[in-house]
């Protein structure tokens, strides 16, 4: 058999020299079968400031169009290309590159002998390969397969599957990974497979085979290859029949025809109906409009034969599982699927009537009897014994049973928490290697880090979050300022804001010596004082969540509503009223108290010294944690049937889809197992103690909490740090942390700096609030705000990684002797997530992570070293892990960067 001759086209903004990097070892792999010729687009791109090579377009676009001359000018020159180099077999294209590849398919009077394409990540252009009646001109004898990324953000999947149905029968191939041509070993064997199918059929094809086309509607999903097609004409009329019914009664937006059959073998109608209740009396929530439907596909043989339903998949857009859980799915796919079976069986149309069900099941409410977000009642929480394979069955349990269950799984979580932590030699333990465990990539790459603000009403949180941002410095005023207030429920809404925090790292100049005229300057300056101070600041999220209450899991006070918010910070700080002059719900109390600190060793101190009429922090840090392990052992335990809904082969998968709502990455449950000695294979026959200890395990590891001791100041210095050691020695022991805080004092250090709202000098105000300064400074050492934030981003700490220019100079990426700012040595710093590889630092400069420059180009190299100036020089690989070892990295392109 001949070798195929394979063309092959780049896509916008690159070169034949970018593609056939990119292409990788395939030419090599494939040399026994294909031949590539890889060519360059005739438009050149405009040439940026510091670009060495002119990137290249198959066309150019006004807007949306694309402008004519162009693209004919482009199909000229590749027809020359075709005489001098082809004719061609088969064409590769990628991005534009594809596009350009399914208009050749097109034109086989000025492209013949094409016989297959491969397409990567690619556009579709309707205007060029449909003609006016909506049919495909991309002729049947075409065989193509398509490459499509989970993750490409610039080629969505549902485009580059619009693309794919112009094609008859095309072969997909779903890769996890972006904008991209995947070359992994497993990648490539595919690529070959299928070059060496079409090197047999070719050969055995005869050269009169006809060139016909075929019909196929637009799709807006990827498409169903494995589809069946309708049985007989007369079942693809009733199909599409139905179709059309459907389209008169629902809007476009409403409904969404995936596909529709006009002949024998075309595949079987497909559709997706948007639900609507009506009218109401217990309206769903709004966020469900729009994004709560159903996905209808019919049987081959529907509906000329009884007894074959249609397959129905519920649509839930862009709801998460805390929103619409699975047991409301399960509920209102039931539902359907009962009347749809019922119709069915009688030989009738059923579409219509499935919607109705639909729209029934919300108008009457029925959700609200399958929300996981309330605490069910024993006998609603019951699962039915006979409808739950292999799972274990246990009696009731008593409230007491229970909460000693809670409070024994806290307790070992906490203790192997703060084991982990002593042991760890420093800050940057990688918790993922030292359990064997890995990061996938949607959790690696730059962490946009955010500290969630948490504590009972009036607790302070609302100053410490004043604090934390600098909202007094701002001398414009834009920066918002969270109300504060001395009653419940100050905060509503959850207030959002930039703040920073102290690096874990030491990164100075103290092995500088005279190697560098220059220094290090981070790129946000360092702490100026208290214990923090010459620590390199970097920037953090930090979200104030409104007051919580004792029995916030049953929805008291703003119930779920304020724990759901939390799940967007990566860290917890609990603010606690050291005071304790407020009782378990927030409320002030106006009688002075005092904390039982006499004939209490030291050395022993527990709760019990800590006894004050109504509340202590200690006993407001318990209660705190039993919210969240209600709140989320609830959750997860109304959905557990489903474990064990198709027996064990999927049981791990199901178990860690149970906690996907809670925006942590999967290895974080899965070292949760680990901790607590738990099989995840086999989590169907664990008793519901031991899914409490999953959950312990789970917080400890998903929401490390600092507390931040807050009043400090209210107190007399003794009784203060016989408070503080109290709590700082009990918090160690769960693997917490403790530091003395007075927002207050912060706040007021701030106003004077600021010069704004200040009261009279020496009035009453005046005094009492620098009365109040002396004392946290002469005490404490200072106001404890920063350190309690970086000591809880330190608790589970960012990878942190210093992209240079050289590793000698240590300047920043892309800088010159003309940039319009000093040497600065190690100026600028990326926070990353744990297991982050050089490959995701290099996509995250490539997508602008620094802000005077984005890096350009393809990857050619990178070598790092750690921070400290002797470290030896290592070349790294694209998937090196970053750690303290290569923090400091430069990476080369064959492009250049620009300041």
């Not at 029934?360 to 006998?379: C, D, K, V, Y």
């Not at 680990?674 to 789970?698: C, E, F, K, M, T």
Request: with cysteine.
């Amino acid at each position: 058999m001949s070798t195929l001759k394979i063309l092959a086209l780049h896509g916008k903004q690159q070169t034949a020299e970018v593609l056939r990097t990119r292409l990788g070892r395939l030419p090599h792999k494939a040399r026994a079968v294909a031949k590539f010729t890889i060519v360059d687009a005739p438009h050149l791109l405009e040439l940026k400031t510091g670009d060495e090579v002119p990137l290249r377009t198959w066309f150019y676009r006004d807007g949306n169009q694309i402008v004519e001359e162009s693209l004919q000018q482009s199909l000229q020159y590749l027809e020359g290309v075709w005489r001098s180099e082809g004719p061609f077999e088969g064409i590769f294209g990628f991005s534009m590159g594809g596009t350009m590849t399914a208009m050749l398919c097109t034109m086989p009077e000025r492209f013949p002998g094409i016989k297959f394409v491969i397409i990567g990540g690619a556009p579709d252009a309707p205007a060029y390969l449909l003609d006016a009646s909506g049919n495909s001109k991309v002729p049947t004898n075409v065989r193509s397969l398509h490459l499509m990324g989970q993750k490409d953000n610039v080629i969505p999947v549902a485009n580059s599957a619009l693309l794919a149905s112009r094609f008859v029968s095309p072969e997909v191939i779903e890769h996890e990974q972006g904008h991209c041509i995947p070359t992994r070993a497993v990648m490539l064997n595919s690529y070959v497979a299928f070059l060496e199918k079409m090197q047999h059929e070719i050969s055995s094809m005869a050269s009169d085979t006809p060139v016909t086309t075929h019909v196929t509607p637009p799709l807006s999903e990827v498409p169903d290859v494995k589809r069946k097609g309708v049985v007989s004409d007369e079942c693809a009329n009733l199909q599409a029949e139905e179709m059309d019914v459907l389209g008169s009664i629902y809007s476009p937006e409403e409904f969404e025809v995936h596909t529709s059959p006009a002949s024998k073998g075309d595949p079987t109608a497909s559709c997706r109906v948007l639900l609507s209740p009506g009218y109401s009396s217990a309206p769903p929530p709004k966020g469900w409009a729009g994004n709560l439907g159903v996905n209808i596909t019919l049987a081959e043989n529907y509906p000329i034969e009884p007894n074959h339903p249609p397959h129905i998949e519920i649509y839930t857009g862009s709801l998460s599982m805390l929103e619409f859980t699975v047991a409301m799915r399960r509920s209102l796919h039931s539902s359907i699927v009962r009347v749809a079976a019922e119709i069915c069986s009688n030989g009738e149309t059923c579409v219509l009537q499935c919607v109705q069900a639909g729209n029934e099941w919300l108008s009457e409410g029925m959700w609200q009897h399958t929300s996981a977000l309330s605490t069910p009642s024993t006998e609603e929480s019951s699962p039915d014994v006979g409808n739950m394979p292999e799972c274990s069955v246990q009696g009731e349990v008593s409230d007491e049973q229970e909460d000693e269950w809670i409070r024994n799984a806290s307790s070992e979580a906490g203790r192997i928490a703060a084991q982990n932590r002593v042991n760890a030699s420093n800050y940057t333990e990688k918790w993922m290697e030292s359990e064997g465990l890995n990061a996938s990539a949607s959790a690696r790459g730059l962490w946009n880090y955010t500290v969630g603000l948490i504590g009972k009403p009036s607790a302070g949180k609302s100053t410490f979050y004043n604090a934390v941002i600098r909202a007094s410095l701002d001398s414009r005023g834009h920066r918002h300022m969270a109300e504060v207030a001395a009653h419940p429920f100050t905060t509503i809404e959850p207030n959002i804001g930039p703040g920073w925090y102290a690096s874990h790292m030491e990164d100075g100049d103290d092995n500088i010596g005279d190697i560098l005229p220059g220094h290090r300057e981070p790129f946000h300056g360092r702490c100026t004082e208290g214990r923090m101070a010459g620590r390199r600041l970097l920037p953090i999220v930090v979200k104030d969540v409104a007051g919580l209450v004792p029995g916030a899991y049953k929805g008291r006070g703003k119930g779920n509503r304020f724990l759901s918010d939390l799940c967007d910070a990566d860290v917890l700080v609990h603010v606690l009223d050291i005071t304790g002059r407020s009782d378990k719900d927030g409320n002030i109390i106006e009688q002075d108290g005092d904390y039982s600190t006499s004939d209490v060793d030291t050395a022993t101190l527990d709760t019990s010294m800590l006894s004050f009429h109504t509340s202590s922090p200690l006993a407001d840090a318990e209660w705190i944690r039993f919210e969240l392990h209600r709140w989320i052992y609830n959750n997860i335990k109304a959905k557990w049937e489903s474990v064990g809904r198709r027996g064990d082969s999927k049981c791990s998968k199901r178990v860690l889809a149970l906690f996907s709502g809670y925006k942590g990455p999967l290895w974080t449950v899965e070292l949760a197992a680990q901790r607590a000695g738990l099989s995840l294979d086999h989590a169907i026959n664990w008793p519901d103690r031991d899914i409490h200890r999953l959950v312990a395990h789970y917080i400890c590891i998903r929401f490390p909490i600092c507390l931040a001791l807050n009043k400090v100041d209210s107190l007399s210095p003794e009784k203060g740090r016989c408070v503080v050691e109290a709590c700082q020695k009990l918090s160690a022991e769960r693997g917490e942390a403790a530091v003395p805080v007075s927002a207050q004092s912060e706040c007021w250090a701030l106003e004077k700096i600021s010069g704004r709202n200040l009261p009279p000098v020496n009035s009453k105000k005046w005094v009492e609030e620098e009365e109040r300064l002396r004392t946290c400074m002469s005490t404490w050492g200072g106001s404890g705000v920063m350190e309690a934030i970086s000591t809880a981003v330190s608790l589970k700490p960012p990878v942190l990684c210093f992209p240079v220019s050289d590793l000698d100079t240590e300047l920043p990426v892309a800088w010159t002797s003309s940039a319009k700012i000093p040497a600065c040595q190690l100026r600028d710093c990326l926070q990353l997530k744990q297991g982050s590889t050089v490959e995701d630092v290099f996509d995250a400069l490539k997508r602008g992570a620094l802000p005077h420059c984005t890096m350009h180009g393809d990857f050619v190299r990178a070598e790092g070293r750690g921070i400290d100036r002797n470290s030896k020089k290592k070349l790294l690989a694209r998937d090196t892990v970053i750690d303290q070892t290569n923090c400091v990295i430069r990476i080369q392109t064959n492009r250049k960067s620009v300041w």
